[in-house]
């Protein structure tokens, strides 16, 4: 029987003793502590070329396609770290390695076809708490460079 990745993640998480919401708030104070590290760069850099980059950085950092991407990453990460901790088992035989391989690709899979929903759902909470402008997933993406393509795609599917 093959777990959902959310079940997948919630038994690695709980064997921690770790469930979603301290995992997701253990995330949320890691990028605070970088934010507030980047605006002590800002408000204290030597040059204005250190205080330019640290504000581009914050502004980067508070965007909705960093915040997305941040979500996606820890997901994916949250599926695979298991295989390549097994993988890293030198008492590991190749069936053994290849069911894992393809265990962690049906996860993948499923969340794919399953978990889009929630991810939208987590990176737009997290976006609102934040006050990060999350566009309109239903307007049309424009891209600036391939504009003659003429492909109207939304913003959710690019």
């Not at 990745?5 to 064997?15: E, G, N, Q, W, Y």
């Not at 990453?73 to 069936?95: A, N």
């Not at 759902?121 to 566009?135: A, M, S």
């Amino acid at each position: 029987m093959i777990d959902s990745p959310r079940t997948h993640v919630d038994k690695r998480r709980s064997a921690r003793g770790c469930d979603h919401g301290q995992g997701q708030q253990v995330g949320e104070e890691e990028q605070g502590e970088v934010l507030k590290d980047i605006a002590i760069a800002k408000g204290s850099g030597t040059t204005v070329a250190v205080r330019a980059k640290a504000v581009g950085a914050i502004k980067l950092m508070m965007s909705f396609d960093f915040i997305f991407i941040m979500h996606v990453m820890k997901e994916l990460m949250g599926v695979t770290d298991l295989l390549c901790k097994k993988l890293q088992h030198k008492s590991q035989d190749i069936v053994n390695a290849m069911d894992d391989v393809a265990t962690t690709k049906r996860l993948i899979q499923n969340l794919r076809d399953h978990g889009w929903d929630r991810l939208i759902n987590d990176v737009t909470v997290f976006c609102n708490k934040h006050e990060i402008i999350i566009p309109n997933m239903t307007e049309v993406y424009a891209d600036y460079i391939r504009s003659r393509a003429g492909n109207e795609i939304t913003i959710e599917h690019h």
